[in-house]
C-alpha cells in the first residue's frame, strides 16, 4: 500500500471509530424500553423501572376516561392494554389534545411511571393515525369478498 | 371498470412476464429480434399498466364506493381535487402508482436508445427493470388488489383522512415516489454493467440524469413532506426523525454519496466497485422506504415481515442483494483500477471523507429507525430511540459534512499544494471567524449552533471567493462587464456551478436549521375576545370569531391582530375545522413567515363563550430553510440541463 493510501486508511479509520462511539453514546444515553402498559405493570425489566427514568409505554385510551382542560391544555386519560385490558394506567400529558386522540385509538407515551399512584407522566404523546393507513374496519368488511 | 381494471393489470402482469422471456431467449441466442420484440412486450406492459390507473382513478371519479379502496379513501363530498390524490392514499393505490410511474420510466429509457443499436448491455438493462416491475404487478394482481370490491355497497365512502387534505398531499407522494422509481433506472445500469463485463464509467454517464433527476425528486419529496408537516400537524416542527421520514432521508444520503463518488469515477476512473454498492444500496433503500411507508409494518412494530405484503418484500429484497453480492464477486476482476487516491490533500480524498460521513448518517438514521426490532430480537426487550438520538448522533456528523462542503472545492485534484492551500483557505476562513465572533457577540454562545453558522458561513465564503475569481478571470480575457460574465459562466459551466449552488443551499439550510431548533420562543395561553397574549416582540391580540361552512367542512376561525411595539403590522385567523365524516375536529395552522422569523399560530380549543386557547411560536429565520432547499434543487436543475453540443 502506498504511503498516501495509508494516511487516507488511517483517517478514514479514525473516523469510523468516532461515528462508532458517537452511536454507542446515543444509544446509551438516550435509548427508552418500549413497553405494553401489562409489561408495565407486571413484568421484571417494567417493576424495576425508576420513578425518574424514562420510559415509552403504548395502549388504548379508554372510553370515557378522557379528561381534557382545554383552558390550560390539561389531558388526562386513562390506558388499557391491548390484549389484557384489566390492566390499566391513569396519565396526564401537559399539552394541546392532538387531533386524531379518540377512544379505544392507540397511544404511545413517553414519559416516567410512578408506580404507587399508578400515574403515568407524560411528556410526549403520539396517536396512531386512525384512517391513514389500512384501518381494522376495513380488514373486517374485507370479509367475504 | 373494476373488471377492466383488474384485466389490465393481469395484462401488464402477463406482457411484462412474456417480454422478460423473450429477453431471455433473445440474449441466449444471441437474437436482435426476440429483443426487439420483448421492448414492444415492455411498451405494452407500459399500456396496460396505465389503463389500469386510469380504471382506478375514474372509480374514484364516479364514487364507485363497492371497491374497497375507493370506499375507504374518499366520499362523495370529499372535493374533486382530493378524489384524483386519494390514488395514493393508502397502500393498495400507492402500489399500482409504483407500477405505473415504473413502466412509463421503461417506456423513456426505450425510447432515450431508440436510435441505438441494442448493444451487449440494453437487454440486461431492460431485464432487471422488467423483473422489477414484474413484482409489483405481481403483487398487485395477487396480494393486493386496488380493484377489490365489497360484498354489500355502501351508501357513502369513509372520506379522506382530514390531514392528508392539504395541498402538500397532492406533491409529496408522488413526487418522493418518483425520486424512488427513478433510482431503478441506474441500478439497472449498473446489474447490466456487471454481467456484460462493461464496468468502465459507462453505466455512469448514461445515467447521470437519472441519477440527479432521482435525487431532486427525492429532495423535493423529502422537503414537502417537512413542509406539510409544518403547516398541517400544528406541532411546530418539520421534521420528527420519524420512521416514515427517516425512509426518504437513508436513500436520500446514501444517493448524495454516489453522486459525488460517481464524479471520481468520471474524472479519475477509481472507485468502481464502491459506486456498483452505492447504486446497489440507493436502490434496496429505496424499496426498504416504500415497504416501511406501504406495507403496513409501523402501524404495528411488533408484527415486523408477519404481514402478506412485508413477506414479498423481504424476498424481493433479499434476492436482489444477494444476487447483487454474487455479480459483485462474479465480476471482481473486472473491476481492478490502476490508479488510487494520491494524496490526502486533494479532491478525492475529500470526497471519500464525505461518503464516509454520509453513510455513517444513514447507517445511525437506519439502526436507530429498526433498532427496536433489532434490540426485541437481541435481548428480548424493547429499547426505543427517538429524536434525541437522531440529533446527539447525526448534529456532530452533519457539521463535519458542512466543514468538508466548505472544504471540498478549494482544494483541486490529485494533490494540492500547501501554498495553493493557504491562498485558497484565508478569506473564507477569516469570512468564517468574523461571522462566528460578531454572532458570539450577539449572544449566541450554544457550541452547535455557533458551529452551524459558522461553518455556513465558511461555506458560503468559499463559493463565493471562487465564483468572484472565476468572474474577474472571464472578464479579463473577453472584457465582459461583470454581470454577464457571471451569467455567463453559470451556463457555460452549469455542472460545476450546479454543484455550488446546492451546496450554498445546504448552507441556508443549515443556518434555518440551527436558528430556528436552537432560538424558538413558545408561548400558550387562554383568551376571551380583546385579550391579548404575547411572544418575543410580538403581541397578539384576540378581535373576532366567526362560524362559516365550506366545500366539505365546518370552519370556526378567530381573527387575531398582530402588534408589533404597539402597532399593528397585520393579521392571522386560527381556525379549527369540522369535516363531513370525520368524529374529531381539526387543528388549522396559521403561519406569517418573514425572512426574520415565522410566526405560528395553532388554536387548539374553543370554549364557552367563544373563549379561545392559543399555542403561539416564533422560529427564527425558519424561511432559510425553504430558500434554502429550493436552491438546491434549482441547483441540481442547471447541473443537468444538457449542453447542445452532440457528442460524438
Known sequence: MKKSNRKVMIAILILLTSVGFLIYRGLADTGVYYMTVGELKTSVLGQQLGTNEAVRVGGLIIDGSIDYNQRDLILRFSLKDENNPKETIDAVYNGAKPDAFEPEIEALLEGTYDRVKNLFQADTLLVKCPSKYESEQDNEQEVGK | MITFGILSQIAALFF????????????????????????????????????????????????????????SYSDRALPLFYKITAFWAGQKGSLLFWAWVLSLFIGMVIFNNRKEPDNRNTPYVYLVLAGTLSFFLFLLCAVSNPFDTLNFLPRDGQGLNPMLQ??????????????????????????????????????????????????????????????????????????????????????????TAFIHTAIIQERRGIMKVWNMVLIQLTFLLCIFGTYLVRSGILQS??????????????????????????????????????????????????????????????????????????????????????????????????????????????????????????????????????????????????????????????????????????????????????????????????????????????????VGIAASSAYKLESQGTLRQGESLSIGDFVLKYESFRQYEKYNRTIYAATLGVFRDGTRIDEMEAERRYYVNAKQPTTEVAIRSTLVEDL?????????????????????????????????????????????????
Not at chain 2, 444513514?362 to 439502526?367: E, P, S
Open chain 2, 600 to 648: 405560528y399560530v395553532t388554536m387548539p380549543g374553543i370554549g364557552k363563550g367563544n373563549e379561545i386557547t392559543l399555542k403561539v411560536a416564533v422560529n427564527p429565520l425558519l424561511i432559510w430553510i425553504w430558500f434554502g432547499s429550493g436552491l438546491m434543487v434549482l441547483g441540481g436543475i442547471l447541473a443537468i440541463i444538457p449542453s447542445r453540443r452532440k457528442k460524438s
Open chain 2, 16 to 71: 411484462t412476464l412474456l417480454s422478460m422471456g423473450l429477453l431471455l431467449s433473445g440474449l441466449g441466442r444471441n437474437n436482435v429480434r426476440l429483443v426487439q420484440a420483448g421492448k414492444r412486450g415492455l411498451l405494452s406492459a407500459m399500456a396496460a399498466t396505465t389503463l389500469a390507473s386510469i380504471a382506478l382513478l375514474s372509480l374514484f371519479l364516479t364514487d364507485s364506493f363497492q371497491v374497497e379502496y375507493v370506499a
Open chain 2, 301 to 510: 412494530v411488533h408484527d415486523f415481515g408477519a404481514t402478506g405484503l412485508g413477506g414479498y418484500f423481504i424476498i424481493f429484497m433479499v434476492i436482489a442483494t444477494i444476487g447483487g453480492i454474487y455479480l459483485l464477486a462474479e465480476s471482481y476482476n473486472e473491476f481492478k483500477t490502476p490508479g488510487s487516491v494520491e494524496s490526502y490533500l486533494s479532491r478525492e480524498s475529500t470526497f471519500l471523507f464525505n461518503n464516509v460521513i454520509l453513510l455513517a448518517l444513514a447507517f445511525a438514521t437506519l439502526l436507530g429507525t429498526v433498532f427496536p426490532i433489532i434490540s426485541e430480537a437481541v435481548t428480548g426487550n424493547k429499547l426505543t430511540v427517538g429524536q434525541p438520538f437522531f440529533n446527539q448522533v447525526n448534529t456532530p456528523l452533519f457539521l463535519m459534512l458542512v466543514l468538508l462542503t466548505g472544504i471540498c472545492p478549494l482544494i483541486g485534484w490529485r494533490k494540492a499544494s500547501v501554498s495553493n492551500l493557504r491562498r485558497n483557505f484565508l478569506r473564507p476562513a477569516i469570512t468564517a471567524l468574523l461571522a462566528g465572533i460578531i454572532m458570539a457577540a450577539f449572544g449566541i454562545r450554544e457550541l452547535y449552533p455557533l458551529l452551524a453558522f459558522t461553518l455556513s458561513a465558511f461555506v458560503g465564503a468559499t463559493i463565493i471567493q471562487e465564483y468572484i475569481t472565476a468572474i474577474r478571470s472571464r472578464k479579463k480575457l473577453s472584457g465582459e462587464s461583470s454581470a454577464l460574465a457571471g451569467l455567463k459562466l453559470l451556463w457555460k459551466m452549469r455542472r460545476r456551478y450546479g454543484g455550488h449552488i446546492v451546496h450554498f443551499g445546504l448552507a441556508m439550510m443549515v
Open chain 2, 166 to 255: 392539504n395541498p402538500g398531499m397532492i406533491f409529496h407522494p408522488p413526487i418522493l415516489f418518483f425520486g424512488y422509481i427513478g433510482f431503478t433506472v441506474p441500478y439497472a445500469y449498473a446489474i447490466a454493467a456487471m454481467i456484460t463485463g462493461n464496468t468502465g464509467v459507462d453505466w455512469i454517464r448514461k445515467t447521470r440524469v437519472w441519477n440527479v433527476l432521482s435525487w431532486i425528486f427525492l429532495s423535493i419529496g423529502i422537503i414537502l413532506g417537512g413542509q406539510w408537516a409544518y403547516v398541517e400537524l400544528g406541532w411546530g416542527g418539520y421534521w420528527a426523525w420519524d420512521p416514515v421520514e427517516n425512509a426518504s432521508f437513508i436513500p436520500w444520503l446514501v444517493s
